[in-house]
């Protein structure tokens, strides 16, 4: 009976893509200059612990209150107001068949995940084991560049500062996350999970796919960087991938966690979405 269920519900979301592309959703979309709450507050960082403790039980208070998961949220905060201005961004993740393009026009090498896999490689679902620097040719191929880390913050939580793309409370059945209960054992076509999308639209912004963005990593660039249009430090060898996956637990999929990964690194839960300035 479950089994059926959550194969019901694989095949509600996949009607729900093949509607949104019937009616021509926009393929990008525009921001217009503003302000944002940027990062997490104590409330916001008490919740991630809570949702932390209860996946994990027993062994809550070991993996979420210590070790490297108090490092990273620690890299959330404080919370600030920022500006950025004004930028367009893909409204979904990039799919292996808009990374074809750029292979077949010899800008991009041919995907790690193998072709044809039912589950990692369908033509809709996100193009994943891509390093950041094969993510920034790609987007260069198609006129963009990646995300920084507020653009994509900013597209994920819009003004109001939410904790995810569709507000405040964790919904298991709004992403694609370790959890058979969103109807996706890996990875799901984007746009899946509508229900899930940002205020401006976007979708996968939580699971799916991480994603990678521009900047490299600090752990205490939320207390120093600019307030107006922030970027990452100059210099440092790990950039900051932003949203959760198919593989990752709910507090990894809030709109504030940022994850640091060596530019080298690929993953199949790892890809990428393009911004235009």
């Not at 479950?2 to 921001?31: D, E, W, Y």
């Not at 799919?95 to 039912?118: H, K, L």
């Not at 991938?241 to 990752?248: D, N, V």
Request: aromatic letters at 10%; charged letters at 25%.
């Amino acid at each position: 009976m479950r089994k059926v269920a959550i194969t019901l519900a694989a095949l509600v979301s996949l009607l729900a893509v093949a509607k949104s592309q019937s009616v021509g959703a926009p393929p990008r979309v525009h921001l217009a200059g503003g302000w944002f709450l940027r990062g997490s507050s104590d409330a916001d960082l008490r919740y991630a612990v809570t949702l932390c403790e209860r996946t994990w039980g027993v062994r809550g208070r070991e993996l979420c209150r210590g070790g490297g998961m108090s490092q990273l949220l620690a890299a959330e905060s404080p919370q600030r107001r920022v500006w950025v201005s004004a930028f367009s961004i893909d409204r979904t993740e990039v799919t292996r068949r808009g990374w074809s393009r750029c292979v077949q026009a010899g800008r991009c090498p041919p995907p790690r995940t193998p072709a044809g896999d039912p589950r990692l490689s369908t033509p809709e679902m996100p193009v994943t084991g891509v390093t950041f620097h094969e993510a920034s040719d790609y987007c260069e191929f198609v006129g963009g560049v990646l995300p920084t880390e507020a653009q994509w913050e900013r597209a994920a939580r819009g003004s109001d500062g939410r904790r995810f793309p569709w507000g405040q409370e964790f919904n298991d059945r709004f992403a694609n996350h370790r959890s058979p209960i969103d109807g996706f054992r890996y990875l799901a076509p984007v746009g899946s999970f509508l229900h899930g999308a940002s205020p401006h639209g976007l979708v996968d912004m939580a699971g799916n796919a991480w994603e990678w963005t521009r900047d490299r990593f600090d752990v205490a660039g939320f207390a120093t960087g600019l307030s107006v249009d922030p970027r990452g430090p100059t210099s440092g060898g790990e950039r900051v991938t932003r949203g959760g996956s198919w593989r990752t637990t709910p507090e990894f999929l809030r709109t504030t966690m940022r994850r640091p990964l060596p530019a080298g690194a690929s993953a199949p839960d790892l890809g990428f979405r393009c911004a235009y300035e």
